[in-house]
């Protein structure tokens, strides 16, 4: 790219102050993205997205195992013509990676999914959609444009709603469903839980606004006003449901945020308590014979009271699906997921416009299962270490679970990924196809569309520069035969 300028660059490495350069110069890196997607999120956002589950472990992990191995690289071999695309969901994708489904992501910009569908569309990147997305699916695909985008999947323990999600994915045209298998129950991610994390107020649960107990009301707070709890099957249901307070207005964050993104975060800003009182009080002082209050009014209040919504819970004879509208913390674990159930319940509900996947397997075992009840492939993921800490790093689990697929299915795999490399690693341990997670986030916080425009551009970018400098043309080349492993010594052995 810096050739096509005919820069000269100066000794410092850059080109002259005077020419054009294709670069972000404050952001060269992932780590850069990191840094300055940090300043502009407020706490809530910045904690939710970043964190690991419990002491984060896993999290960590999931990085620091792309530097145990070392990449062998061959020369003297024309690369003047390098392909870096890969065929994907029956669409050629520019490069082997694609954006993983994560949620809420009108926290970081107020575009959210729109913005990330349109930067991957421009870049020719595939879109995972989180179910728990904060713009509809229908509007993420029309956004896409011919774009390919797969659908991310919680299985409720009420069908009806997915079912619901199901048919309007396959409507809207989505390639595939990523069932994800490692939320039966919720991670314990303690900032969250310490930050009594919820959505603002402007802000909703897209694809299940109308959905829910509260089907038909005209309220949607409960799809929106989800507070963190760690979800378990208890005994109690109130208890459950005390935890889950609907009324963003005494959130102790209240939905302020103070980001400085390009755009402002929240597109209809909580009015200022202060100022609801006095326009309250203005608006009855308007009124020279106010009416004295009356039982019809408390009547109306009660009713539009939002409902709540309650975790599934065990009462010591059986257990009780959630209930009240669809938050995050209430219904996405589902406890009752098999594989002898859901896979076949889920295949024949996707029909064949939709192939079904599952996204969270980190075992040969798993693996088997999962070709032997058909599905289409297999993402081998930790949820980005938000989920089980202490399980394997993705990298780790990567090679059983290659071996017990033996290429019957493609195997995919997410977690970790911050450097072009670390894709180039992934495919010489034998996955097919790499997902991106949290650095889409921090290119959304940075510059919404831009920003995530950057982030892939610069994985991309470097995945290019890796390949070249390896003696690879083609993404198909890579093998074991370029990777070497480093020992806790520091000695390096082939693998
Ligand atoms: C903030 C956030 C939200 C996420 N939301 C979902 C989700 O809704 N569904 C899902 O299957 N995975 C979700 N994930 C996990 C990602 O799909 C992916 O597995 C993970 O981010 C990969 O790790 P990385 O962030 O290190 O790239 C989420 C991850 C993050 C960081």
Same mark, same amino acid.
Request: proline letters at 5%; aromatic letters at 6%.
């Given at each position: 790219?810096?050739?096509?300028?005919?820069?000269?660059?100066?000794?410092?490495?850059?080109?002259?102050?005077?020419?054009?350069?294709?670069?972000?110069?404050?952001?060269?890196?992932?780590?850069?993205?990191?840094?300055?997607?940090?300043?502009?999120?407020?706490?809530?956002?910045?904690? @939710? @997205?970043?964190?690991?589950?419990?002491?984060?472990?896993? +999290?960590?992990?999931?990085?620091?195992?792309?530097?145990?191995?070392?990449?062998?690289?061959?020369?003297?071999?024309?690369?003047?013509?390098?392909?870096?695309?890969?065929?994907?969901?029956?669409?050629?994708?520019?490069?082997? &990676? =694609?954006?993983?489904?994560?949620?809420?992501?009108? +926290?970081?910009?107020?575009?959210?999914?729109?913005?990330?569908?349109?930067?991957?569309?421009?870049?020719?990147?595939?879109?995972?959609?989180?179910?728990?997305?904060?713009?509809?699916?229908?509007?993420?695909?029309?956004?896409?444009?011919?774009?390919?985008?797969?659908?991310?999947?919680?299985?409720?323990?009420?069908?009806?709603?997915?079912?619901?999600?199901?048919?309007?994915?396959?409507?809207?045209?989505?390639?595939?469903?990523?069932?994800?298998?490692?939320?039966?129950? +919720?991670?314990?991610?303690?900032?969250?839980?310490?930050?009594?994390?919820?959505?603002?107020?402007?802000?909703?649960?897209?694809? &299940?606004?109308?959905?829910?107990?509260?089907?038909?009301?005209?309220?949607?707070?409960?799809?929106?006003?989800?507070?963190?709890?760690?979800?378990?099957?208890?005994?109690?249901?109130?208890?459950?449901?005390?935890?889950?307070?609907?009324?963003?207005?005494?959130?102790?964050?209240? =939905?302020?945020?103070?980001?400085?993104?390009?755009?402002?975060?929240?597109?209809?800003?909580?009015?200022?308590?202060?100022?609801?009182?006095?326009?309250?009080?203005?608006?009855?002082? %308007?009124?020279?014979?106010?009416?004295?209050?009356?039982?019809?009014?408390?009547?109306?209040?009660?009713?539009?009271?939002?409902?709540?919504?309650?975790?599934?819970?065990?009462?010591?004879?059986?257990?009780?699906?959630?209930?009240?509208?669809?938050? &995050?913390?209430?219904?996405?674990?589902?406890?009752?997921? %098999?594989?002898?159930?859901?896979?076949?319940?889920?295949?024949?509900?996707?029909?064949?416009?939709?192939?079904?996947?599952?996204?969270?397997?980190?075992?040969?075992?798993?693996?088997?299962?999962?070709?032997?009840?058909?599905?289409?492939?297999?993402?081998?993921?930790?949820? =980005? *270490?938000?989920?089980?800490?202490?399980?394997?790093?993705?990298?780790?689990?990567?090679?059983?679970?290659?071996?017990?697929?033996?290429?019957?299915?493609?195997?995919?795999?997410? *977690?970790?990924?911050?450097?072009?490399?670390?894709?180039?690693?992934?495919?010489?341990?034998?996955?097919?196809?790499?997902?991106?997670?949290?650095?889409?986030?921090? =290119? +959304?916080?940075?510059?919404?569309?831009?920003?995530?425009?950057?982030?892939?551009?610069?994985?991309?970018?470097?995945?290019?520069?890796?390949?070249?400098?390896?003696?690879?043309? %083609?993404?198909?080349?890579?093998?074991?035969?370029?990777?070497?492993?480093?020992?806790?010594?520091?000695?390096?052995?082939?693998?």
């Amino acid at each position: 790219m810096a050739s096509k300028t005919k820069a000269e660059p100066t000794a410092s490495g850059s080109p002259p102050a005077n020419q054009a350069t294709p670069h972000d110069l404050n952001c060269l890196t992932i780590a850069e993205l990191e840094a300055l997607a940090y300043e502009r999120m407020d706490k809530q956002t910045r904690d @939710y @997205y970043n964190e690991g589950a419990d002491a984060g472990t896993t +999290l960590s992990e999931n990085i620091s195992a792309y530097s145990k191995y070392r990449i062998r690289p061959r020369v003297l071999r024309d690369i003047s013509q390098i392909d870096t695309t890969v065929d994907v969901f029956g669409h050629k994708n520019s490069s082997p &990676f =694609g954006v993983a489904p994560t949620a809420m992501q009108k +926290l970081a910009h107020s575009d959210g999914e729109l913005a990330t569908a349109r930067a991957c569309k421009s870049k020719g990147i595939v879109m995972g959609l989180s179910s728990f997305s904060t713009s509809t699916l229908e509007d993420v695909a029309e956004a896409s444009e011919a774009n390919p985008n797969v659908l991310q999947l919680y299985l409720f323990e009420d069908r009806a709603h997915s079912t619901k999600l199901i048919d309007r994915a396959k409507k809207a045209g989505y390639k595939a469903v990523l069932l994800t298998v490692d939320t039966p129950m +919720l991670g314990r991610r303690n900032l969250e839980i310490r930050n009594q994390f919820k959505l603002p107020a402007h802000l909703s649960i897209a694809n &299940f606004v109308d959905q829910g107990e509260d089907e038909g009301e005209d309220d949607n707070d409960g799809a929106s006003g989800s507070t963190a709890s760690t979800q378990t099957t208890t005994t109690n249901a109130s208890s459950s449901s005390s935890s889950l307070s609907t009324d963003n207005t005494d959130s102790p964050n209240n =939905g302020t945020t103070t980001t400085t993104a390009d755009k402002p975060l929240r597109s209809t800003p909580r009015q200022n308590p202060h100022k609801r009182r006095a326009n309250t009080s203005s608006k009855r002082n %308007s009124n020279p014979n106010p009416k004295p209050k009356t039982k019809t009014k408390t009547k109306t209040k009660t009713k539009t009271k939002p409902k709540q919504s309650v975790a599934g819970y065990h009462d010591g004879h059986k257990r009780h699906p959630p209930t009240g509208p669809i938050t &995050f913390h209430t219904h996405a674990a589902n406890p009752t997921l %098999s594989w002898e159930e859901s896979i076949p319940w889920l295949k024949s509900r996707a029909g064949p416009e939709m192939q079904v996947w599952v996204k969270g397997v980190a075992t040969a075992e798993d693996a088997t299962l999962a070709v032997h009840h058909g599905v289409d492939g297999i993402v081998v993921s930790n949820h =980005g *270490g938000r989920q089980l800490n202490g399980a394997l790093a993705t990298l780790d689990a990567l090679p059983e679970v290659v071996a017990a697929v033996n290429r019957e299915v493609p195997v995919h795999v997410d *977690g970790g990924i911050r450097h072009g490399s670390d894709v180039f690693k992934a495919l010489a341990l034998g996955a097919d196809f790499c997902w991106v997670g949290r650095p889409v986030l921090w =290119g +959304l916080a940075y510059k919404g569309r831009d920003g995530v425009e950057l982030c892939l551009r610069l994985l991309m970018d470097e995945f290019r520069l890796c390949m070249g400098l390896a003696g690879v043309t %083609s993404v198909k080349e890579i093998s074991k035969e370029y990777l070497c492993r480093v020992d806790r010594d520091g000695f390096v052995s082939k693998l």
